[in-house]
């Protein structure tokens, strides 16, 4: 999966292990990703799967 590389212009996306690091890739592309990075985004975790761990995260302004 490539995202924009906006979102992660401090890692090297082909290094991310997508599934223990869901969390951090979920925030990145929720902050800072396009439209397209949203799909990319539901395709890879699901809606349910994005809610789940979205709901955990404390660090998320109100418009994310």
Do not use: H
Not at 8 to 17: E, T
Not at 28 to 49: C, M, N, S
């Amino acid at each position: 999966m490539e995202f924009s590389p906006v979102i992660f212009w401090d890692v090297d996306q082909s290094k991310i292990d997508w599934n223990a690091k869901k969390r951090f890739v979920m925030t990145r592309a929720i902050r800072y990703g396009t439209v397209d990075d949203w799909r990319k985004l539901k395709a890879l975790y699901g809606l349910e799967g994005i809610k789940t761990e979205m709901l955990q995260e404390i660090d998320l302004d109100n418009r994310s």
